[in-house]
């Protein structure tokens, strides 16, 4: 197989825990609205969840804009939209990975249309070299070079989001 190990399972489910108690810390007393991006964060939804203490509600939100390939299509649409709304919530957008940070930026938009109290972002991993569109991201699981990763939930053409660990996609390997 054309993959190679970048993040050990025990290495990020040791770094979730981490980051479940700084969310835990940093919030005041209330739930917490945590919004998952279809469909790459949903293994890192599923654990980071579990590891904030306090009490917290689970959304899905869907945004297309990468297509099958590598490279984004640089479109970002809504495919699936929040059930409830977060007006006056605390809200915590949990996402696999800040790339370009087109995603982001165009959710953060959309989001504070809906007048939460408040927004952030936690995302699994950040590539910082290819940001195009500045976008803070409060809480980082790991910061990782320039090259495409699969697994927890990541994929290349659909394949590969049920790995436990996050594994580079050498070059020349497919989605078939
Ligand atoms: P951005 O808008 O360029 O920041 O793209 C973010 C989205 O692109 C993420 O939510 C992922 O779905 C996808 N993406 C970016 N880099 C990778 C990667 O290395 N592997 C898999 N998906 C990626
Ligand atoms: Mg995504």
Redesign the pocket.
């Known amino acids: 197989m054309p993959l190679r190990i970048l993040l050990t399972e025990a290495q990020i489910q040791a770094r979730i825990k981490e980051l479940g108690a700084q969310i835990d810390a940093d919030y005041p007393n209330g739930a917490l609205h945590l919004v998952c991006?279809l469909?790459?964060?949903y293994v890192f939804l599923a654990d980071l969840a579990r590891s904030i203490k306090r009490d917290a509600y689970v959304e899905f939100m869907g945004?297309s804009?990468?297509g099958k390939g590598?490279t984004?299509s640089g479109e970002?649409k809504v495919t699936k939209d929040l059930d409830h709304s977060v007006e006056g919530a605390n809200v915590l957008i949990v996402?696999?990975?800040?790339?370009?940070?087109?995603?982001?930026?165009?959710l953060m938009q959309v989001l504070h249309q809906r007048k939460p109290k408040s927004v952030r972002i936690a995302a699994l991993?950040d590539?910082p070299e290819?940001?195009?569109?500045p976008?803070e991201v409060s809480y980082v699981g790991f910061k990782?070079p320039d090259?495409?990763?699969?697994g927890y939930g990541?994929?290349?053409g659909e394949k590969y989001r049920n790995l436990r660990d996050v594994c580079v996609?050498e070059e020349g390997a497919g989605p078939g």
């Open positions: 991006i469909k790459g964060a945004i804009s990468y590598k984004s970002v996402e696999d990975i800040v790339d370009s940070g087109v995603t982001l930026t165009y991993l590539k290819r940001r195009l569109r976008v990782i090259e495409f990763v699969v990541l994929d290349y996609l």
